[in-house]
């Protein structure tokens, strides 16, 4: 296949896998409340019983009437992952179920479908750069003088080690106590970093990283090497942190940095001069300029109204000045008809007759009509001037009001050009929409307000300190933070020699910038999906995957019965297929031809991935290195022990009434509850196994301190841990049900390797719980052999 088609595969495969998850409820965590705590009358803490990946994804889930919130629903103000407390704020309506409910009655979910989306976007943007390696290390493999008295390589562990610098793309193959870590990872590091080069470890899980880290560390610090040389990116366990603060990015520097930023803000808020405190001030004086502006706006729009007003008075004087000059001018012309009559020949002969009008009264009627409308000219006339002088006024002051918000935008410009405010820009319209900018405003003064920590309460703590002090302090803690700040994760990268990081981490960091490395080494390869691991091959750089490929394969929640089924899923192999198996991509001619052997079960070719194996424990005794090698590693495998693994067989009945429960085995949780309290603590080294979710959350529920303490696990959750004891719940058979995880012949299952994974989980001691007469009945199987090189057997 091309690279563009193996781009294609991997881009379309995630986009299937997060459809098929989206659709069906899938990819989620789900997190329990422990205990609800008010702190204030809108504010709750929450101690939760699990780490939150990202606080985007979360959702609150009332299980009461299955409503659901958002962050924007239940804000988090505050997220202490050492104690999984969070201070949450939620809406009033929310608030009050919360505050006044049962802790059962609430769940937390996290979405983690947004790492598929994280792996796709890689691939959109680095896809195309994708080849396997075809340069070697640029040094040749170490002489003995690198190794260090007291830990010199075995004949098989050298020929490894030297395997790594000779091949451009190796695989060192090696069950647990095999020595991959601090014979032949460790040495290729102190030979790379004793030549001045820069390297990457790359792992599954956490769990996988910081176990490779502490065996490498084991051997660095041996060495005489500093650890600021080491960078362990991402967030890392307590417990790796407080052994290794000096190489976690988060908790070494970046939570200092944090806890810095929390105690100068407090201390700041107590002194009234936090920056949010200040950039709320500022925005409160741009309300008040907009009150300005908006109050002269207003002025000006009032005395507008006056105006037009007056005008239209002023209109109405005039049209009746004009009736009353029309008035008086029809007086005058009847007064002068009149008088016309009465002087003439006509009105002269009838005086003689005596039939004469009375003109002169006519004339007089009509004068004093005149005088009256003339009085009200004049008066209308003077009203009219009266007018027009205030209308000359009000025109004037609106032009002076004018003038002045003009001056009052400018001082708003000014004002508000010294706050981070999108909406600024609204001013430079011809017709600015105050009312937007004040939304916007007030939007963010809300948001200073609520995501302000609640600082309030510790102030009483520093009454005892003056003023001067508070000084004195805030000016410690400042240096202090841009001490710390020199150690940023960016500069870091620059100085350091080794760099480690889960494949969720890489991808994501290095998704646009390349990491300047001069070898990447992938542990639990074996576990490691195809799509994950393909993107370490960007860089042209010589890659070595170590691991036990018999150990678990990736977990995808698409089984290959599902991609078998169903073409649309057949991108998704990807996920599922472990990344030993990578270079097929690369040699098979379409996808077709790739998904038939990944369902046929064709093993690795190992032709452009060469492979040594390391077949020598010093983990595991010779019988049970003898049964591991009848059916796991048949290539090879031997103890380099004279001693034997402790495996103690627990025989247990489980009777027929409680065998229709699936595949929860009740007998075998209360004889594993009963050891547990009887040698063990939750401190102790020790971890329970069972294949099953239902078995798990069985044992789980009744020994809960346990659960707390990451002591009780599915198998494939234990992957890349270990511990002195582990205690194995086999469950089938005495569930009334067939093997099915525990059927070491069942491939579609791959139930070999869920065997194999939970007994290499024990550093010393394996007890196994099972009902071994039943049992014997299953032959061929790596239960089977596993009980017949028990050292002990109790019957409960």
Same mark, same amino acid.
Request: glycine share 4%.
């Given at each position: 296949m091309t690279t563009e088609e193996i781009r294609k595969v991997c881009i379309d495969g995630s986009q299937a896998y997060y459809d098929h998850l989206d659709k069906n409820g899938k990819g989620i965590h789900i997190i329990n409340i422990h205990s609800i705590e008010k702190v204030k009358e809108d504010k709750l803490k929450l101690k939760i019983n699990s780490k939150i990946f990202d606080e985007e994804t979360l959702v609150f889930k009332y299980l009461a009437t299955n409503q659901e919130w958002s962050i924007e629903g239940v804000k988090i103000q505050v997220y202490d992952r050492d104690t999984n407390t969070l201070v949450v704020k939620p809406k009033p309506e929310v608030y009050q179920k919360m505050a006044n409910a049962n802790v059962n009655d609430w769940q937390i979910i996290s979405d983690l479908k947004f790492l598929i989306e994280r792996v796709k976007q890689w691939y959109i943007l680095n896809g195309k750069d994708l080849k396997l390696p075809n340069q070697a290390s640029r040094l040749k493999p170490p002489k003995s003088d690198i190794y260090l008295e007291g830990n010199v390589p075995s004949i098989e562990q050298e020929k490894a080690l030297e395997f790594i610098f000779e091949e451009p793309l190796s695989y060192i193959w090696g069950a647990p106590g095999t020595g991959k870590t601090q014979f032949v990872l460790s040495y290729a590091i102190l030979h790379y970093l004793a030549n001045n080069k820069k390297v990457a470890i790359v792992a599954p899980t956490n769990h996988a990283l910081e176990q490779i880290y502490?065996?490498?560390?084991?051997?660095?610090?041996?060495?005489?090497? /500093?650890? /600021? &040389?080491?960078?362990? !990116?991402?967030?890392?366990? +307590?417990?790796?942190?407080?052994?290794?603060?000096?190489?976690?990015?988060?908790? @070494?520097?970046?939570?200092?940095?944090?806890? !810095?930023?929390?105690?100068?803000?407090?201390i700041e808020n107590i002194l009234g001069i936090d920056s949010s405190s200040e950039e709320e001030k500022k925005l409160e004086k741009v309300l008040d300029k907009i009150k300005d502006v908006e109050d002269f706006k207003n002025q000006i729009s009032d005395l507008s109204n006056q105006h037009g007003n007056i005008k239209k008075q002023l209109e109405k004087y005039d049209v009746k000045s004009r009736s009353y000059e029309l008035k008086l001018k029809s007086l005058q012309r009847d007064q002068e008809t009149l008088r016309r009559k009465r002087d003439s020949f006509f009105h002269s002969i009838s005086k003689v007759f005596g039939a004469t009008k009375n003109y002169d009264e006519q004339i007089d009627i009509l004068l004093k009509e005149e005088a009256e409308y003339d009085i009200k000219l004049k008066k209308i006339k003077k009203e009219a001037l009266k007018i027009e002088e205030k209308t000359k006024e009000l025109y004037l002051l609106i032009q002076d009001f004018k003038a002045s918000v003009g001056d009052k935008k400018k001082e708003l410009k000014t004002i508000l050009s010294t706050v981070d405010l999108e909406e600024r820009s609204e001013l430079s319209s011809r017709t600015p929409d105050y009312s937007?900018?004040?939304?916007?405003?007030?939007?963010?003064?809300?948001?200073?307000?609520?995501?302000?920590?609640?600082?309030?309460?510790?102030?009483?703590?520093?009454?005892?300190?003056?003023?001067?002090?508070? !000084?004195?302090?805030?000016?410690?803690?400042?240096?202090?933070?841009?001490?710390?700040?020199?150690?940023?994760?960016?500069?870091?990268? +620059?100085?350091?020699?080794?760099?480690?990081?889960?494949?969720?981490?890489?991808l994501y960091r290095f998704r646009e910038e390349k990491l300047n490395a001069d070898h990447i080494f992938l542990d639990e390869a074996g576990y490691s999906n195809i799509i994950k691991a393909l993107t370490l091959f960007n860089q042209g750089l010589p890659v070595t995957f170590l691991g036990d490929h018999m150990q678990l394969p990736p977990v995808c929640e698409i089984s290959k019965r599902d991609i078998q089924n169903d073409i649309n899923f057949r991108p998704v192999m990807v996920w599922d297929q472990s990344a030993i198996f990578l270079e097929a991509l690369f040699v098979q001619k379409n996808l077709d031809d790739v998904v038939r052997g990944y369902l046929n079960g064709v093993q690795a070719p190992f032709q452009s991935l060469k492979k040594t194996n390391l077949t020598g424990t010093f983990r595991f005794g010779k019988s049970l290195a003898n049964v591991l090698q009848q059916y796991v590693y048949k290539e090879g495998f031997c103890s380099k022990l004279n001693t034997e693994t402790e495996i103690i067989l627990y025989d247990v009945k489980n009777p027929p009434?409680?065998?229709?429960?699936?595949?929860?085995?009740?007998?075998?949780? /209360?004889?594993?509850?009963?050891?547990?309290?009887?040698?063990?603590?939750?401190?102790?080294?020790?971890?329970?196994?069972?294949?099953?979710?239902?078995?798990?959350?069985?044992? @789980?529920?009744? !020994?809960?301190?346990?659960?707390?303490?990451?002591?009780?696990?599915?198998?494939? +959750?234990?992957?890349? &841990?270990?511990?002195?004891? *582990?205690?194995?719940?086999?469950?089938?058979? @005495?569930?009334? +049900?067939?093997?099915?995880?525990?059927?070491? &012949?069942?491939?579609?299952?791959? @139930?070999?390797?869920?065997?194999?994974?939970?007994?290499?989980?024990?550093?010393?001691?394996?007890?196994? *719980?099972?009902?071994?007469?039943?049992?014997?009945?299953?032959?061929?199987?790596?239960?089977?052999?596993?009980? &017949?090189?028990?050292?002990?057997?109790?019957? *409960?």
């Open positions: 502490r065996g490498v560390i084991k051997m660095t610090d041996l060495a005489g090497i /500093d650890r /600021d &040389q080491i960078l362990r !990116l991402g967030g890392p366990s +307590k417990k790796f942190a407080d052994e290794f603060p000096e190489v976690c990015e988060i908790i @070494g520097l970046e939570n200092q940095l944090k806890q !810095l930023d929390t105690q100068i803000a407090i937007k900018i004040k939304s916007a405003i007030n939007t963010k003064i809300e948001s200073i307000r609520e995501n302000r920590p609640v600082y309030e309460t510790l102030a009483t703590e520093y009454n005892h300190m003056s003023k001067e002090a508070l !000084l004195l302090k805030h000016e410690a803690l400042k240096a202090e933070r841009v001490r710390l700040a020199n150690y940023s994760t960016e500069e870091r990268l +620059k100085n350091v020699s080794i760099v480690g990081a889960t494949l969720d981490t890489y009434e409680n065998r229709r429960r699936g595949r929860l085995n009740t007998s075998e949780v /209360d004889a594993i509850v009963n050891l547990a309290n009887s040698n063990f603590t939750p401190e102790s080294s020790v971890a329970i196994l069972a294949p099953y979710s239902a078995q798990v959350r069985a044992i @789980g529920s009744k !020994l809960s301190s346990y659960q707390q303490n990451n002591k009780v696990l599915t198998v494939h +959750k234990s992957q890349g &841990q270990e511990w002195d004891t *582990v205690i194995y719940s086999v469950c089938d058979i @005495g569930n009334g +049900k067939r093997p099915w995880f525990t059927d070491s &012949q069942n491939t579609l299952s791959s @139930g070999l390797n869920n065997i194999n994974t939970a007994i290499s989980r024990a550093k010393k001691r394996l007890i196994i *719980v099972c009902n071994p007469d039943e049992w014997r009945f299953f032959q061929d199987q790596l239960i089977t052999g596993i009980l &017949q090189a028990a050292t002990k057997k109790i019957s *409960v």
